[in-house]
């Protein structure tokens, strides 16, 4: 602060230039002071502006980001209730395929207890179709063995059993 009443008491003219030097350079110290503080605060303003329009793109980058995951996590949901009912099917299709063996193995227990394995008598009566002779008969024999021998690559022993015995019965009757 200035000290106006030093000031007025200066005897010489010497200490009035010194006071009036002084106060010029004061002055221009508060003059440029004023300038830098007008260039700060356009500086902070285009800062501020700056930073709202930053502000206002990440609030709109957020915005999509949410909307992009609420659109993902809808999907997923469609997706686990596609796996949930494929999940259910299978399980609704494992049961029956439980039930469909313990029906047949069922089945080939009565079948065996018959002296059949897998086949029923249609299926082994169907094989020596129209051989009505003996001589038909051996050649159809023949034919099956060559087909479904154990050896072969379409063999199956349980099947060449019943056509043996399919065989011995009709070979028999006549």
Not at 52 to 74: G, M, P, S, T, V
């Amino acid at each position: 602060m200035i000290d106006w009443e030093e000031i007025i008491k200066a005897e010489s003219v010497e200490e009035l230039k010194a006071a009036k030097l002084w106060l010029f350079r004061e002055n221009m110290r508060l003059q440029n002071e004023q300038k830098e503080l007008a260039a700060s605060k356009d500086k902070f303003l285009k800062d501020r502006i700056m930073l709202r329009n930053e502000l206002d793109e990440l609030n709109h980058r957020i915005a999509q980001e949410r909307k992009r995951l609420k659109e993902e996590n809808l999907f997923f949901d469609k997706k686990m209730e596609i796996l949930k009912d494929g999940f259910r099917k299978l399980e609704e299709d494992r049961k029956l395929l439980e039930r469909e063996k313990r029906y047949l193995a069922e089945e080939k227990r009565t079948s065996q207890a018959r002296g059949y394995s897998a086949l029923d008598e249609s299926a082994v009566t169907a094989l020596f179709r129209n051989a009505n002779n003996p001589l038909t008969l051996r050649k159809r024999y023949r034919d099956l063995v060559k087909i479904f021998h154990p050896d072969n690559l379409a063999g199956d022993a349980e099947l060449m059993q019943t056509i043996n015995r399919e065989f011995m019965r009709k070979r028999d009757e006549m």
